[in-house]
């Protein structure tokens, strides 16, 4: 088979020519989209969370939950589950975005803690927060800034959570109720 010769003729110039206007292809490309595009909207979604807490009480399970979120207040995620390991979670954000949630689970209060709190929370003082639930709370704290407010019922924990100031985690517990 005899070898025939390229059409064209390539060189090192030509590479980097075409190289060249691949880059500001790439570049042109990237300016065009960055002019038409718009904000991205992150304003929270909604879910409806009472709907969760109704099919929680047709699975006959008594899941902690507030009576009513504050105006403004979002929630955002609910975590339902029933079967041989129930638990119940409810993310919220504040009129201010900050983050409120609470689980519910056949887990200690330690694990629960540990988990959704921060693995170096420290216990602090008992609360006082008269709620439907209970009046005295576990408190929890870490050095991040989150608060945590924790009780059993039954074989259950309950706790409640987040990044939100203390008054408003303390405004939340005393809307809970079962």
Request: no cysteine.
């Amino acid at each position: 088979m005899s070898e025939q010769p390229s059409r064209y003729t390539r060189s090192f110039s030509g590479m980097i020519g075409a190289l060249i206007v691949t880059v500001l292809f790439v570049l042109a490309f990237v300016l065009w989209r960055g002019l038409f595009r718009g904000d991205a909207d992150d304003t929270p979604v909604a879910v409806d969370w009472q709907a969760s807490v109704a099919l929680a009480d047709e699975a006959d399970l008594r899941v902690v939950h507030p009576r009513e979120l504050p105006a403004g207040w979002t929630a955002t995620s609910v975590d339902l589950r029933a079967g041989d390991e129930p638990r119940w979670g409810l993310g919220v954000l504040t009129e201010d975005g900050d983050f409120v949630g609470i689980r519910q689970e056949d887990a200690s209060i330690g694990d629960l803690v540990e988990q959704y709190v921060d693995e170096e929370a420290e216990a602090g003082d008992d609360a006082s927060i008269p709620s439907a639930v209970t009046d005295t709370w576990q408190t929890f704290s870490d050095s991040g800034g989150d608060h945590g407010y924790a009780t059993e019922i039954g074989d259950e924990s309950v706790l409640v959570y987040g990044s939100a100031p203390v008054a408003d985690l303390e405004t939340y517990l005393g809307l809970l109720t079962r």
